[in-house]
């Protein structure tokens, strides 16, 4: 298994968590704000997210590291 994480921008990163099931429900400058039930956080439009950005959409999405990368094998 790899252990690297992929390269996504922010806006591929907001396509993924959409097909997880959070909605995008506005943007502000920059970022869009998601939401799922009682999860609501932002993901900035940046052209490619770093890995620590990424860790901590995940973390705030209730979305297992391992379950993320094999969904981008």
Do not use: N
């Not at 996504?8 to 990163?13: A, D, I, N």
């Not at 506005?26 to 990424?54: C, M, N």
Request: aromatic share 10%.
């Amino acid at each position: 298994m790899s252990h690297k994480f992929p390269v996504l921008s922010g806006e591929e990163m907001v396509k993924y968590l959409a097909r997880c099931g959070f909605i995008p429900r506005r943007q502000t400058a920059s970022h869009v704000i998601v939401q799922k039930e009682w999860r609501v956080f932002s993901v900035p439009l940046h052209r490619e997210l770093k890995k620590g950005t990424l860790l901590g959409i995940l973390k705030q999405a209730g979305i297992e590291v391992d379950a993320f990368k094999r969904s981008f094998r």
